[in-house]
């Protein structure tokens, strides 16, 4: 939904109140589910989509109607009221709208009984995903309902259903809640066909028929996808398999001799139902992208990597590579042709307003329009069934389609057909824009497609001269999105740009470091947005960025700004539900000042970091967020400020890890080894269960060398990292695991150990400890770059012992309070050998 339409203008809610304009009333009313997903949604289309005048409706107050016939009060308030006229009376009422929110499938039997006892003869139940269209027939002293295929327009007939001329058919604002309830209904309904990849490929061939009806039906004639009131399922069905033979000769490029409209006759009169008003040609180019995205996104799971691009970050790619009509564009990893339909429709937006300009006819514009899709877009996916949903999709929206190829972009031209060698050649490209497949599953170990890539080979790092010189071994395998990077590059001409969606690893950890060096071997890094790890999710949790390449050679040393920005919201949340937050428009907003030269407000939303800043490649945005200097620097006059990796320099401090002793070794013994989890609050809480045996205790005691006063944080996991605990007389018998760093000062009057965990312990570390962990496979690490955090020391020294006295005396309380929770528990059962000082949370029964 744009942002500027009047559907996403009547549903948007108030931050402050909670409260949202009603799109009838115009009154402010409260924003529950039920109000956002389906009142308001419905009510709009009631006035955009079949016209009905909106002095005709009523939501607020509601409308009542009654609950018995003996019912004076009416006690029923019906959610959407139409009415024949504008004066709002009941043998006036003409329509009842009953709503319910998205996880609510009740309500029909209410819908019925406000139908029985009013005037109105129509009624329509919508959750924001369903919808059911119901008509009250009366009769021999009896009231009953048959299901219809919709409602009539205004100015239309029950009758009139059904009957439309090709002239008569509407565009509509949102089609997507169509989309949505065509979907649902056909998971739950749809006769031996449950999967989401077959009811996609349902839908596109009943699109593609209504696409065809459209253009191939004369103004005046009724049109061929259409269900009329009382008209049996089976010649609905039967009209537009009949007509879907003709589309099948039309389009052989999109489908094979002999496909067929699989779909029952109760499930095919139903999509024709909910479709058939609208003029799918006419709509503007979002509203069916919308709805395209709506159906067949579902269908992508991510079985093999294919994960539908969010739309956001689609407009965030084409913003960034800035297409014109006379550029070559590519997608080798098109999928369903997201990031193709996104720079098209970018392209014909420059045609339609040169060719305004210039005075030309409609019929001129939409010409040059489909030549640029013609010429200029191209797109290959190995998948057929996401190679044919982007000939769809192409179609759909005017053309393109013949651009569209199911290969495999990482092997060998030779391997292709014919035609596809011919219209992608290597150097071929302006543009490249592609979210390539990722995934730990999805490695390549062909070793003949791993031989053509220089990133299939083993990479080995010189010490001499600090960077990595490919070796002439082929690598064991490689993941596809390493493989397509290199391939991408190879479809540009030597001053192509590219937009890539890549896993955000790949641009920061040092096993990774190789690929970055490739790259600047080829190419500038001109921006970097980081995405939040919602992104993909509920699918995947991998943590992406958006980077944007010009490739040029011979700029190794050259000097030139990056365009950095950090997404926190995405538009939705971790299950996939939408929310009200998105930064990516933001960010597109400081893209284009950065593009023209402004002054940024510089934060996270937008900010430029000089090529010559970059340490050791690290190329992420979180790394160099200058919020966190700012914040850092406003600090200096009252704080010394002291990097960790200065303190070990100067025989201050030792820092080292833990050791992993294998689970085999839980639970052989009372000795506490403790874990990430385990440290907590600045407390170390061993798990009895895991335990190990004082044999091996003996063996990594001197190794690990564990004291009171020493602190234990946290390096490696997910949410865990940066958590610190100090060493006290209760838990100083440990072993701790690798991924664990232990910091022993070893000066306490230079270094007091309380002081330093609360300098580790204050916001401004844990945000550089943040911005300085990155995401390995699906954890978190802070490696080595502990060195760089930077401690603010308060230069009062009055204020220093202050602070460490406070730490002191709170681990002192924690002491005692672990000591009398310990004695209380042992009292309900004295015992002979009770000791209070000993841990016996520790103790492992039976050993």
Not at 453 to 464: A, C, E, M, S, V
Not at 649 to 660: C, F
Not at 717 to 741: K, P
């Amino acid at each position: 939904m744009k942002e500027d339409s009047p559907e996403a203008q009547a549903v948007k809610v108030d931050a402050d109140t909670g409260k949202v304009i009603d799109f009838v009333s115009r009154r402010s009313v409260q924003a529950t589910p039920e109000e956002i997903e389906a009142v308001q949604p419905f009510a709009i289309q009631l006035v955009q989509d079949y016209g009905y005048p909106v002095e005709h409706l009523q939501t607020r107050p509601q409308w009542h109607v009654k609950a018995s016939p003996s019912d004076t009060k009416k006690k029923y308030p019906i959610d959407i009221a139409v009415f024949s006229s504008p004066t709002h009376a009941d043998e006036n009422l003409y329509i009842v709208v009953e709503c319910k929110q998205k996880n609510r499938k009740d309500g029909r039997a209410q819908l019925e009984d406000y139908l029985r006892l009013s005037r109105a003869n129509l009624g329509v139940w919508f959750n924001g995903n369903q919808r059911l269209f119901l008509q009250k027939i009366e009769g021999a002293g009896k009231v009953q309902f048959q299901v219809i295929p919709n409602i009539p327009r205004y100015g239309q007939r029950v009758e009139d259903i059904g009957l439309y001329q090709r002239q008569s058919l509407r565009p509509t604002h949102n089609l997507r809640a169509v989309f949505r309830a065509i979907r649902n209904y056909l998971a739950a309904n749809a006769v031996g066909m449950t999967r989401d990849e077959s009811l996609a490929q349902q839908i596109i061939n009943i699109i593609f028929c209504k696409i065809y009806d459209e253009r191939f039906t004369k103004p005046s004639d009724m049109v061929r996808i259409r269900a009329g009131v009382g008209e049996p399922a089976s010649a609905v069905a039967q009209r537009v398999k009949t007509l879907f033979s003709k589309v099948v000769e039309q389009y052989d490029d999109v489908f094979d001799k002999g496909e067929t409209i699989g779909l029952d006759d109760a499930s095919v009169a139903y999509v024709v139902g909910e479709i058939q008003q609208y003029s799918l040609v006419d709509c503007d180019r979002d509203v069916v992208a919308d709805a395209f995205e709506t159906f067949i996104g579902p269908s992508l799971k991510g079985a093999q990597g294919q994960f539908f691009t969010p739309r956001n970050v689609v407009r965030l790619v084409a913003e960034l590579v800035n297409a014109s009509p006379k550029d070559r564009v590519i997608d080798p990893a098109c999928g369903s042709g997201g990031f193709l339909v996104e720079v098209m429709r970018s392209m014909w937006a420059q045609v339609e307003a040169s060719g305004n300009e210039l005075g030309w006819p409609e019929g001129e514009i939409d010409s040059e329009k489909q030549k640029v899709a013609i010429r200029n877009i191209r797109g290959i996916d190995k998948d057929s069934f996401l190679a044919k949903v982007a000939k769809a999709y192409m179609a759909v929206l005017g053309d393109g389609r013949g651009g569209i190829f199911c290969e495999n972009s990482l092997v060998s031209p030779k391997e292709w057909q014919s035609r596809a060698r011919e219209e992608v050649r290597r150097g071929g490209f302006n543009i490249v824009v592609t979210n390539p497949p990722f995934g730990k599953k999805l490695k390549i170990d062909d070793p003949s497609t791993l031989a053509m890539y220089d990133l299939g080979h083993k990479w080995t790092f010189d010490r001499k001269q600090k960077s990595y010189t490919k070796s002439s071994k082929i690598s064991d395998g490689q993941a596809p999105q390493i493989l397509f990077i290199e391939h991408c590059l190879n479809l540009l001409d030597e001053q192509g740009r590219m937009g890539i969606v890549l896993p955000e690893s790949m641009l920061c950890n040092p096993s990774h470091r190789y690929i970055v060096e490739y790259i600047l071997s080829r190419a500038r890094i001109r921006a970097v947005i980081s995405m939040p790890e919602e992104l993909f999710q509920p699918y995947t949790h991998a943590k992406t960025a958006v980077v944007l390449l010009d490739k040029t050679t011979g700029i190794q040393d050259s000097d030139y700004p990056i365009f950095m920005a950090l997404a926190k919201w995405c538009g939705h949340d971790s299950r996939g539900h939408e929310i009200p937050y998105d930064d990516l428009p933001e960010i597109i907003d400081r893209y284009r000042q950065f593009i023209n030269g402004e002054e940024l407000p510089f934060d996270h939303l937008g900010f430029i970091v000089n090529s010559r800043e970059i340490t050791d490649a690290i190329y992420l945005p979180k790394y160099y967020n200058p919020e966190l200097a700012q914040r850092l620097a406003e600090l200096s006059e009252t704080h010394e400020l002291v990097k960790l990796g200065d303190l070990a320099d100067k025989g201050l401090l030792s820092v080292t890890t833990g050791h992993e002793v294998g689970k085999l070794a839980y639970g052989t013994g009372p000795i506490p080894f403790i874990r990430t989890s385990d440290i907590a609050n600045w407390e170390i809480k061993g798990d009895p269960k895991h335990g190990v045996s004082k044999d091996i205790y003996e063996t990594y005691r001197g190794r690990q060398n564990v004291e009171i006063g020493d602190i234990l944080m946290v390096r490696d996991g997910t949410y865990l990292v940066g958590t610190c605990a100090m060493v006290t007389e209760l838990d100083s018998r440990i072993l701790f695991q690798s991924h664990i760093l232990k910091f022993k000062s070893l000066n306490h009057e230079e270094l007091d150990p309380h002081l330093l965990l609360a300098l580790l312990s204050t916001p401004i570390v844990k945000e550089q400890i943040w911005s300085k962990r990155f995401t390995q496979d699906i954890i978190d690490t802070l490696g080595g770059r502990w060195r760089e955090l930077v401690l603010p020391v308060p230069k009062s020294k009055l204020q220093r012992d202050l602070i460490a006295q406070h730490v002191d005396d709170a681990i002192g309380m924690r002491i005692d309070a672990r000591k009398m929770s310990r004695k209380a528990v042992m009292e309900v059962a004295p015992h002979d050998d009770f000791d209070p000082t000993v841990d016996y949370d520790f103790l492992v029964i039976g050993k």
